[in-house]
């Protein structure tokens, strides 16, 4: 079996892109910064639009990112390739590689979901190179590993597609991670742990909430950071996900966005279930200031550091995780 998980691996390794994630490297000082962009419902020439477009430029410039994570609902009206364009062009012209996953918005317009993924896996400096993976549902779905100073993989960064709404008549609301999925993840995760005999931090991104976001806020002995200014909307049905990073034990932490004016981040089962902090404008409904989420890795650390950098450049929410234990 373990070796039936490692040919899966590389072969997936090979497919998915290696190469871009191979680009993916700590930074001499061990740091690995991320910016997380999500929610911005950008449309093509809409004046609102404009002040996405400039919240993302002044971030990216002051935090340098290594790594930018749009996490869905990116551009959601016509025109959809000239708002993919001027989307992705602020980091293409500053030459950061980035990771794409969809959110329920992005295709309800004039390009269906493979075809949005189609569009943005041959831009330049895309980590995403599979439009999809073989026997996974969803599109986008990958695995990215970050090398340390030794040229070895030291991280891993999950991109995964939440997909849109419920296609199970009985089922109302939003759709769930497939089966096919979940088994996707543990398998690469055995894999990851097989061949580096080391179970290396992960970070996995995606669009919509698990359904223990939920469970972690109301429960008040979970630790947390940041607000929570509307009821979280994920799926009715639970699919595993959450069970089986709980079970793998690589993922520190999940980025999601959605549930436009959440940015908290909470403990549960010591993983951090995170929103990001939403970038959009009056395009659609709003948190009092739009902005960025951004996350820095550790090389050779299980943690990370995290906070909300707003569009006024205020910074707010730092978080060190994991959080402190009581002695």
């Not at 403990?267 to 996350?295: F, V």
């Amino acid at each position: 079996m373990q070796k039936q998980l490692i040919v899966q691996l590389f072969l997936m390794l090979f497919f998915i892109g290696s190469g871009e994630a191979q680009n993916l490297k700590f930074r001499k000082d061990g740091k690995f910064r991320i910016v997380q962009f999500t929610d911005l419902h950008y449309v093509a020439g809409a004046e609102p639009s404009k002040k996405s477009i400039s919240m993302m430029e002044a971030t990216l410039d002051e935090e340098k990112p290594d790594l930018v994570v749009f996490t869905g609902d990116v551009v959601v009206r016509e025109k959809n390739k000239r708002g993919w364009d001027e989307v992705l062009q602020v980091v293409i012209s500053r030459k950061i590689p980035y990771i794409v996953t969809l959110g329920n918005h992005d295709d309800e317009s004039e390009m269906k979901r493979d075809e949005i993924a189609a569009y943005v896996v041959g831009k330049p400096h895309c980590v995403n190179t599979r439009i999809q993976l073989p026997g996974v549902s969803g599109y986008l779905n990958g695995a990215f590993t970050v090398e340390g100073k030794d040229g070895k993989p030291a991280a891993i960064l999950y991109a995964m597609d939440s997909h849109a709404y419920s296609k199970n008549p009985k089922v109302k609301g939003y759709n769930w991670f497939a089966p096919d999925q979940v088994n996707w993840y543990r398998e690469m995760s055995a894999s990851f742990k097989e061949i580096y005999k080391d179970t290396l931090t992960a970070l996995a991104f995606f669009h919509i909430p698990l359904p223990e976001y939920k469970l972690a806020f109301d429960n008040i002995k979970n630790k947390r950071v940041g607000v929570r200014y509307e009821n979280e909307c994920p799926p009715d049905v639970n699919s595993g996900m959450f069970l089986a990073m709980l079970e793998a034990g690589d993922v520190l932490g999940t980025f999601v966005g959605h549930d436009h004016v959440n940015d908290y981040l909470v403990e549960y089962y010591d993983i951090a279930l995170a929103y990001g902090c939403w970038s959009g404008s009056e395009n659609t409904y709003q948190r009092h200031k739009n902005g960025a989420r951004i996350i820095e890795l550790t090389e050779g650390k299980r943690e990370f550091y995290t906070y909300i950098r707003e569009s006024d450049g205020q910074k707010i929410y730092h978080v060190n995780f994991p959080f402190p234990k009581k002695k």
